[in-house]
T-cell receptor
């Protein structure tokens, strides 16, 4: 059973608008979340993270929001640019395994149209 | 900058062949990981290692083995390749401690088994 869910396989937005990518998790013990971005034929690259002691973390155009009671996080990209078109993976630390073991969602493919 | 390299970007093998996928990282990271990425399934962890000669099974270890003889190198082995092992294989590494949360990925190896 999926512990990290990204229910939207794809998202299309217009350049300059806001992109909102969503992620839900099942285990309230999870306390650290990451977003990765992946272009075709490349490995994923780390984008931004958030600890459960915060409800928001911002880095330039990227902001991640965490709602612990709803076990939900979202990644906001403002303004969206065509170069943001990629697959975005949400991930969390797996405390059932050894350190550094991440659990990934299935990804959301973002398309930003000029 | 962290660099994770994988021996091949594209590989074509035949059913039953033994396949070696090599991964090398240059940041003295303790942890190394092998994932496969398939459309609609996201990143799935095959094996990981948090020390030389140590290995742990991930979510889908069947049909795979690994070797970590040196800290910087983590090899994934398909003993007898099958068509359902056609996939994108991604290697990642991370340091120990809190920084273990951030994994750095290689560019991936696209393996096709005929």
């Amino acid at each position: 059973d999926q512990q990290v869910k990204q229910n939207s396989p794809s998202l299309s937005v217009q350049e300059g608008r806001i992109s909102i990518l969503n992620c839900d998790y099942t285990n309230s013990m999870f306390d650290y979340f990451l977003w990765y971005k992946k272009y075709p034929a490349e490995g994923p690259t780390f984008l931004i993270s958030i600890s459960s002691i915060k409800d928001k973390n911002e880095d330039g155009r990227f902001t991640v929001f965490l709602n612990k009671s709803a076990k939900h996080l979202s990644l906001h990209i403002v303004p969206s640019q065509p170069g943001d078109s990629a697959v975005y993976f949400c991930a969390t630390l797996n405390y059932g395994g050894s350190q550094g073991n991440l659990i990934f969602g299935k990804g959301t493919k973002l398309s930003v149209k000029p | 900058d962290v660099k994770v390299t994988q021996s091949s970007r594209y590989l074509v093998k035949r059913t039953g062949e033994k396949v070696f996928l090599e991964c090398v990282q240059d940041m003295d990271h303790e942890n190394m990981f092998w994932y496969r990425q398939d459309p609609g399934l996201g990143l799935r962890l095959i094996y990981f290692s948090y020390d030389v000669k140590m290995k742990e099974k991930g979510d889908i270890p069947e049909g795979y083995s690994v070797s970590r003889e040196k800290k910087e190198r983590f090899s994934l082995i398909l003993e007898s390749a099958s068509t359902n092992q056609t996939s994108m294989y991604l290697c990642a590494s991370s340091s120990s401690g809190r920084e273990a949360d951030t994994q750095y990925f290689g560019p991936g190896t696209r393996l096709t088994v005929l």
